[in-house]
C-alpha cells in the first residue's frame, strides 16, 4: 500500500481507500461487509469512508462493528453529513443545530471518540455559509473531528469554504467528488482551485459504478445481482447515464491495455485515478473479499504517459466533462 498527504496536512491516508456506500447495511449482509473490511485491512488500507445517510446510519454501524479491535491510532474514519437521518425539518442540511446532532450520532455508530475527517456531504442553499462553518468549527475545536472536507461542491462554493475556514482556524484539506476515466467533471475547475488552495480529492467511482470493469456488454442485459439491476438502492439510476451500447463498446478496447499490465480492469481505472496528482485516495467499495484484493492491486501503479494517453483517447468521446454537472440539490426558485 501507498500513503499520500491528505491535502496540505500532515494527515497521511491510504491512497486506496475502503467505502461503503451502498452495500453496508443495504446490499450485503454483515457477515459479507465485515470480511471485505477484513480483506482492505489485510491488504493495508487503513482509510475507511462512509456516510450518516447510507442505509439510514446502518452502514456507520456495521463499519463500526467490522473495525472494533483495530488500534484507533492505526486507521483513519471519515464520515459525513448533510443527508435527512430522521423525519423531522431539522433533520438535514449543515445548519449548526444538524451538524451538533449528526457528529454525536456518527460518532456512536461507530464507536469511535472522533473522526479523522468530517465532510460536508453537499452544498447547502438553505443555510449561510458562515454558520456552517462555524459549525465546523466547534466540531473540530471539540476534538470530535480533526480535519474537514466537502463532498461534490463546486469550485467557487469551495474557494468561499475556504476563506471562512482559514479564519477559524479549521483545516479544511479535501473535497470529495465523483471521478472517474468517464466521469472527468472536476479537471476543468475544482481539482484546479484544490490544487492552488492545498486540497485534496477523494474520489469516489473511481470504476464508474462497475461500468469500468468490462462486464456490462453492449447489447446485452446486465448481469443479474450487478449495481445496473439495484433499482431499490439506488445503483441502477446512478449508472444509468453510462449504460449506452457507445459507453460500454469503448470500454472494451481499454481490455488490451489492462492486459498488457497485467491488470484486471478494475484495477486500471483506479490506477489511472490515481495518476492525477491531486487525488489523495480512490475510493473503492465491494460486496465480495475479492474485489477488495483486485483493486488494491492499483496500489503503487504508475501508468506511462503513453499508456494513460490511449486510454483517454478510447474514452474522450464518451467522457462527461461538463462542470455545471458539479451541483447540490437546490430548493431555491
Not at 496528482?277 to 475479492?290: D, F, H, L, Q, W
Request: aromatic share 6%; glycine share 8%; proline share 6%.
Amino acid at each position: 500500500m501507498e500513503f499520500r498527504h491528505l491535502g496540505r496536512s500532515g494527515l497521511k491516508i491510504s491512497e486506496i481507500t475502503y467505502g461503503n456506500w451502498i452495500t453496508h447495511g443495504g446490499q450485503v449482509e454483515a457477515d459479507a461487509a465485515h470480511a471485505c473490511v477484513r480483506a482492505a485491512l489485510d491488504a493495508g488500507v487503513t482509510t475507511f469512508d462512509t456516510a450518516d445517510g447510507y442505509a439510514e446510519g446502518r452502514a456507520e454501524q456495521v463499519l463500526g462493528e467490522a473495525l472494533a479491535g483495530e488500534p484507533r491510532s492505526s486507521i483513519e474514519i471519515f464520515s459525513k453529513v448533510y443527508w435527512p437521518t430522521g423525519r423531522g425539518p431539522n433533520d438535514r442540511g449543515l445548519s449548526r443545530k444538524h451538524i451538533r446532532d449528526s457528529i454525536d450520532g456518527s460518532l456512536r455508530r461507530l464507536g469511535t471518540d472522533y473522526l479523522d475527517l468530517y465532510q460536508a456531504h453537499r452544498y447547502d442553499y438553505e443555510t449561510p455559509l458562515e454558520e456552517t462553518m462555524e459549525a465546523f468549527a466547534a466540531v473540530v475545536h471539540s476534538g470530535k473531528a480533526l480535519y474537514i472536507g466537502v463532498s461534490e461542491w463546486r469550485a467557487e462554493e469551495i474557494r468561499a469554504a475556504k476563506v471562512l475556514a482559514d479564519e477559524l482556524h479549521v483545516p479544511l484539506v479535501s473535497n470529495q467528488p465523483q471521478y472517474s476515466a468517464l466521469y472527468r467533471v472536476p479537471e476543468a475547475e475544482v481539482i484546479p482551485t484544490c490544487r492552488e488552495l492545498g486540497m485534496s480529492q477523494v474520489v469516489f467511482s473511481p470504476i464508474a459504478q462497475g461500468v469500468l470493469t468490462g462486464k456490462y456488454q453492449p447489447g446485452q442485459p446486465p448481469p443479474a445481482g450487478s449495481r445496473a439491476t439495484d433499482e431499490k438502492g439506488g445503483g441502477a439510476n446512478f449508472i444509468s447515464r453510462l449504460m449506452t451500447d457507445d459507453v460500454l463498446t469503448r470500454v472494451q478496447e481499454l481490455r488490451p491495455i489492462a492486459d498488457d499490465l497485467g491488470l484486471s480492469m478494475a484495477a486500471l481505472a483506479v490506477a489511472w485515478v490515481l495518476s492525477e496528482e491531486n487525488v489523495a485516495a480512490a475510493i473503492i467499495g465491494a460486496s465480495r473479499p475479492e474485489q477488495v484484493v483486485d483493486n488494491v492491486k492499483a496500489a503503487g501503479v504508475e501508468l506511462e504517459a503513453d499508456v494513460k494517453a490511449r486510454i483517454d483517447e478510447v474514452l474522450a468521446p464518451v467522457a462527461l466533462t461538463d462542470p455545471a454537472l458539479t451541483q447540490s440539490p437546490d430548493p431555491r426558485p
